[in-house]
T-cell receptor, first 113, second 118 residues
Framework: AQKITQTQPGMFVQEKEAVTLDCTYD???????LFWYKQPSSGEMIFLIY??????QNATEGRYSLNFQKARKSANLVISASQLGDSAMYFC??????????FGAGTRLTVKP | EAQVTQNPRYLITVTGKKLTVTCSQN?????MSWYRQDPGLGLRQIYY???????DKGDVPEGYKVSRKEKRNFPLILESPSPNQTSLYFC?????????????????FGPGTRLTVL
């Protein structure tokens, strides 16, 4: 069965520093997509970044990068130069099929001024 | 503006009183789905639809119904709500694109509906 694990319920980071949010996954399917979403206190889900299982290079989107280590089955999100507006809940998700979209429990990131 | 809309945004109801949460998207997406979000559990898929008149169960379908009569609309129906269905509900849509056999579609989420069943 597919599974996504986020082991950090909460994280703190100083403004302008980088932070890594951990995500590990478990699947026996060789084809899958990995996603990160941000949920601010207002509640909406905002797509951040995507990584396909066959992608050779780590995905990057502005200040977000995904540290994809396939052998270790990890897909950590790195946020560089943290801003106060980055304070939010972050969800890692994996998609193996149209039916199977799994989300982790989330990590609450707080950026300190 | 491309968006997914949900109504109502907030709803307080009582056990057993049928309710419908509407979801509509204006991006001509084939794929739509419903999730519920509960603390410590992340989001869990309730139902999904691959196109008009094509729906299927997700991980937690008990107590819910859906229909897809039009491409843009995907309502969630609670025939007899119970307190354990108190949750934050999200509708999402996507194009269902693939690349090299991998689903690459980005799901666009609605703003969420916070439901309380007393």
């Amino acid at each position: 069965a597919q599974k996504i694990t986020q082991t950090q319920p909460g994280m703190f980071v100083q403004e302008k520093e980088a932070v890594t949010l951990d995500c590990t996954y478990d699947t026996s399917d060789p084809s899958y997509g990995l996603f990160w979403y941000k949920q601010p206190s207002s509640g909406e889900m905002i797509f951040l970044i995507y990584q396909g299982s066959y992608d050779q290079q780590n995905a990057t989107e502005g200040r977000y990068s995904l540290n994809f280590q396939k052998a270790r089955k990890s897909a950590n999100l790195v946020i560089s130069a943290s801003q106060l507006g980055d304070s939010a809940m972050y969800f890692c998700a994996m998609r193996v099929s149209l039916r199977d979209m799994r989300f982790g429990a989330g990590t609450r990131l707080t950026v300190k001024p | 503006e491309a968006q997914v809309t949900q109504n109502p945004r907030y709803l307080i109801t009582v056990t057993g009183k049928k309710l419908t949460v509407t979801c509509s998207q204006n991006m001509n997406h084939e794929y739509m789905s419903w999730y519920r979000q509960d603390p410590g559990l992340g989001l869990r898929q309730i139902y999904y639809s691959m196109n008009v008149e094509v729906t299927d169960k997700g991980d937690v379908p008990e107590g819910y119904k859906v229909s897809r009569k039009e491409k843009r609309n995907f309502p969630l129906i609670l025939e007899s709500p119970s307190p354990n269905q108190t949750s934050l509900y999200f509708c999402a849509s996507s194009l269902s694109s693939t690349s090299g056999g991998v689903l690459t579609d980005t799901q666009y989420f609605g703003p969420g509906t916070r439901l309380t069943v007393l």
